[in-house]
């Protein structure tokens, strides 16, 4: 059983910073790509960055230059630092992982809960 859980959300003023934190645990035996989502209130789901286990990283558009994906493979948790943000980056963020679990031989991609950004006055 694989287990991917979001951590850090919270309320900030424009402009601030929030580090969100992704942790997947269970019977990992390879944690492939890395990706951070966010869904807005009556939006679709949309990719924000996402990062290899070689360490190449994406980032959308609107983001780039604000926010940093990062991982720390050894405690299979991936990062995303938000700085500068807005009341436009208000969205639930989610993390999603590609695992491939201990005896499977393909690798399959698992979501998180998801976490609450709120970027307001």
């Known amino acids: 059983q694989v287990q991917v859980v979001e951590s850090g959300g919270g309320l900030v003023q424009p402009g601030g910073s929030l580090r969100l934190s992704c942790t997947a645990s269970?019977?990992?035996?390879?944690?492939?790509?890395m990706s951070w989502y966010r869904q807005a209130p009556g939006k679709e789901r949309e990719l924000v960055a996402t990062i290899t286990s070689g360490v190449s990283t994406t980032y959308a558009d609107s983001v780039k230059g604000r926010f940093t994906i990062s991982r720390d493979n050894a405690k299979n948790t991936v990062f995303l630092q938000m700085n500068s943000l807005k009341p436009e980056d208000t969205a639930v963020y989610y993390c999603?992982?590609?695992?491939?679990?201990?005896?499977?031989?393909?690798?399959?991609?698992?979501w998180g809960q998801g976490t609450q950004v709120t970027v307001s006055s």
């Open positions: 269970g019977s990992i035996f390879t944690l492939d790509v």
């Open positions: 999603n992982a590609y695992i491939r679990s201990t005896g499977v031989s393909r690798v399959n991609p698992y």
